[in-house]
């Protein structure tokens, strides 16, 4: 496959997992509105931080360095699919062995909620526990489909269990709050049945069929989706095993930084049950732009860069045809999420107390829920380039480069605990997200730096084109001012016909920031438009 096909199922698949994630972030959202009117806010704290946090930590820490090691291998020459599918089965016994380790430490180690506001947790920890375990056995098809590009696989899988997950959550909540966590720890194992049954369902079906045939599919049949061993060959590719065990040492840094606050939460008691509830629908309600734009734009580009890109070879050893493609994509995408980013900063600010009130009323309105929701809003732009950036850097890197980065990986993760216990303990909850800031803008200047070398002695500069133009600066700055006295004389005390004005204004200078850039910004415009937005109206191939 070319580098022009790979760019074009990395720019589908994205398009498509923007388009999944849009619509399950507007049904997370709309669940936790619906939740807030039946449940209290110590019982969404403890399943949105303490539950959440258990089953995260089970499945990222068993799946994720087999996950990026196995699709860098992708259908390389050098590996065969024997031994790639044996190594994708080994994330189940590992997430056997973490589920138990922290099961015991969540309901022994950590400080157990009142019974009274809180109950049935116990049994809840265990729930999700299994139905994190549950997910990981259909490890070795998700990276089949996603190796082989199976654009709608993963969109109508997540889109069902997601779906399922919902129906059965409002369903108790309604009929049944009294049951507590009970009903959240259903849905997360309903909700990972339903993806295992999903994707056992379509590879039954695909296996020995002549679509499979004529796509040259590595496996044939159901039978070989099973670990087994081929004479005269070794159970497992090792180098490929090195390179998991290179990415396992990261992924263990990288779920620290990406759940930190949360740990600290959670081992530290920072703050009550009552104040992770809130904290925790405030970040989800900043980060949805976030996970469903960038999360998925990561995703879908690192399988590119991977693919197209020789690890450990720098811009002058690479094909230079292809390192042309890339240095073209990593600059659009970086500019296209600078961009994305400083649009979500500038309007967050003015707009987030109005958010706040119509999403669950003075609960979050009132207190600090405004306050961390704009300074969210400026982190959603460092989140966004760190994305990119990072997304580059993990596919570019040769496994010792790897190694190197486990280190600054562990700085890191130090010093933003820390970073996290000190400036909470100085501004409350707020003091999360400023240390998330400074750990995230030195992610930044790592990447940035080590992409600079990358491209140093070749012709192509992704990084010297990012900065958007004058006039979309400019109109970027007018929105801010115009908007923030919008809210001074319009928000939000008022009545709805004032707060409708206020809404008014932000649509207005919407509107002439997004004609400025289309204006502006033509090479940009023309990748969006090519690479991502036309994919939605194709078909796959």
């Not at 922290?102 to 526990?129: K, N």
């Amino acid at each position: 496959m070319s580098s022009e096909d790979v760019l074009k199922n990395a720019s589908t698949l994205a398009s498509y997992n923007v388009l999944l994630q849009v619509m399950f972030r507007m049904l997370t959202f709309l669940l936790n509105a619906f939740t807030l009117r039946f449940v209290s806010k110590e019982l969404i704290g403890v399943v949105n931080v303490r539950l959440t946090l258990l089953y995260s930590t089970i499945v990222f820490l068993s799946r994720e360095a087999f996950r990026r090691a196995c699709l860098s291998a992708g259908t390389g020459t050098g590996h065969n699919w024997r031994q790639i599918i044996n190594l994708l089965w080994l994330p189940l016994p590992l997430g056997v062995l973490w589920a138990s380790l922290l099961v015991y430490v969540w309901l022994w180690l950590l400080e157990v909620p009142d019974p009274q506001a809180v109950p049935h947790y116990g049994p809840a920890v265990g729930i999700f526990a299994l139905a994190a375990v549950q997910e990981l056995l259909a490890e070795p098809l998700w990276v089949l489909a996603q190796t082989h590009m199976f654009l709608k696989l993963k969109v109508v899988a997540e889109s069902l269990a997601m779906l399922a997950k919902c129906i059965l959550t409002v369903a108790l909540v309604v009929s049944a709050p009294e049951w507590g966590l009970y009903i959240f720890s259903a849905a997360q194992f309903v909700y990972t049945g339903f993806l295992v049954l999903c994707y056992a369902v379509y590879f039954m079906r695909f296996l020995g069929s002549d679509d499979a045939d004529k796509k040259y599919f590595p496996v044939h049949t159901v039978g070989d989706l099973l670990p087994c061993r081929n004479k005269g060959e070794p159970l497992i590719d090792w180098t490929m095993a090195r390179l998991t065990w290179s990415f396992f040492k990261q992924s263990f840094l990288k779920q620290i930084l990406t759940e930190g606050e949360r740990y600290v939460m959670t081992f530290l008691n920072v703050l009550s049950f009552g104040d992770q509830g809130v904290y925790d629908i405030v970040n989800n309600l900043g980060s949805m732009v976030a996970r469903f734009i960038f999360l998925p734009i990561e995703e879908s580009f690192y399988v590119f860069f991977a693919k197209v890109l020789e690890r450990g070879r720098n811009a002058k050893k690479q094909k230079q045809e292809e390192v042309a493609i890339v240095a073209e994509v990593l600059e659009c995408l970086l500019k296209l999420v600078l961009v994305i980013g400083l649009i979500i900063s500038v309007f967050g600010y003015a707009y987030s107390q109005l958010a706040l009130d119509i999403y669950g009323g003075s609960l979050l309105s009132s207190g600090a829920g405004p306050t961390l929701l704009r300074c969210y809003s400026c982190y959603v732009l460092l989140l966004a380039v760190n994305g990119v950036t990072e997304c580059f850097v993990f596919a570019a890197m040769s496994q010792e480069e790897v190694d190197r980065y486990n280190v600054v990986m562990l700085g890191l993760s130090g010093s933003f605990l820390l970073l996290s216990y000190i400036l909470t303990r100085w501004a409350g909850a707020v003091g999360f997200i400023l240390a998330n800031c400074l750990n995230m803008s030195l992610r930044i200047l790592h990447s940035l730096l080590y992409i600079q070398r990358y491209f140093q002695g070749s012709q192509w500069r992704p990084l010297q084109g990012l900065w958007p133009s004058p006039a979309l600066l400019l109109a970027l700055g007018l929105s801010a001012v115009i908007t923030a006295i919008s809210e001074g004389l319009f928000c939000c005390d008022s009545g709805w016909i004032l707060r409708l004005v206020h809404i008014a204004v932000g649509a207005g200078c919407l509107l002439v920031v997004l004609v400025t850039a289309l204006l502006t910004e033509h090479k940009l415009v023309q990748f969006v438009r090519t690479q991502l937005l036309s994919r939605y109206t194709k078909k796959d191939t």
